[in-house]
């Protein structure tokens, strides 16, 4: 069985651009949340989609945003990227969220440049 | 705020000998706790989680215990291996059925040959 699966792994952004990236959850998983890691901050939660609607919105602005489809894959987008965006991007799936495991994907190393 | 901290950033042990890494948590309606595992450039693997009606559970070489008296929660690791290096993570899950985790700062255990 497959797990959560984060294209792409890498990429390099200039400041002001705006990136998309990718989360196909466990199959069977419609619950798909994504977070933020940095060396600062830590893990911090971005938000929560299930059955295509956002669920749960961490404190982020409003640059950072996502959609769910469907098939429960995901994607996150951040407009008008700054250099303090430069983190990993975890995405992760459960079953429906709250008491259900949560498995997290190898994560999207963005940097900023 | 919310939060979910670790007493010790960094935890070294000899190898066959048992680890504890702790970790305390502020909502006292939390009822879904998780530990995970991060290795370098890798995403949070999971290693064991414990809802609130229990106060102990045990895995391979692994155990939890939870306390909500005074709201901690420990992960227990028997004969650590040098596989074990790692970040290991607490999680809190915010309450509800919503995949939204709050997570501790991490400890860093560095298992010595």
């Known amino acids: 069985k497959a797990g959560v699966t984060q294209t792409p792994r890498y990429l390099i952004k200039t400041r002001g651009q705006q990136v998309t990236l990718s989360c196909s959850p466990i199959?069977?998983?419609?619950?798909v949340s994504w977070y933020q890691q940095t060396p600062g901050q830590g893990l911090q939660f971005l938000f929560e989609?299930?059955?295509?609607?956002?669920?749960n919105k961490g404190n982020f602005p409003g640059r950072f945003s996502g959609r769910q489809f469907s098939n429960s894959r995901s994607e996150m987008n951040v407009s008008t990227l700054e250099l303090g965006d430069s983190a990993l991007y975890l995405c992760?799936?459960?079953?429906?969220?709250?008491?259900?495991?949560?498995?997290f994907g190898e994560g999207s190393w963005l940097t900023v440049v | 705020g919310e939060s979910v901290g670790l007493h010790l950033p960094t935890l070294s042990v000899q190898e066959g000998d048992n680890s504890i890494i702790n970790c305390a948590y502020s909502?006292?309606?939390?009822?879904?706790f998780i530990w995970y595992k991060q290795e370098s450039g890798k995403g949070p693997q999971f290693i064991i989680d414990?809802?609130?009606?229990?106060d102990k559970r045990q895995g391979q070489r692994v155990t939890v215990l939870l306390n909500k008296t005074v709201k901690h929660l420990s992960l227990q690791i028997a004969a650590t291996q040098p596989g074990d290096s790692a970040v290991y993570f607490c999680?809190?899950?915010?309450?509800?059925?919503?995949?939204?985790?709050?997570f501790g700062q991490g400890t860093t255990l560095q298992v010595k040959p």
């Open positions: 999680a809190e899950n915010s309450g509800g059925n919503t995949g939204k985790l709050i």
């Open positions: 989609y299930f059955s295509e609607t956002q669920r």
């Open positions: 199959s069977g998983h419609r619950s």
């Open positions: 909502n006292s309606a939390s009822d879904y």
């Open positions: 414990i809802r609130s009606n229990m």
């Open positions: 992760a799936s459960s079953l429906d969220g709250g008491r259900n495991t949560i498995y």
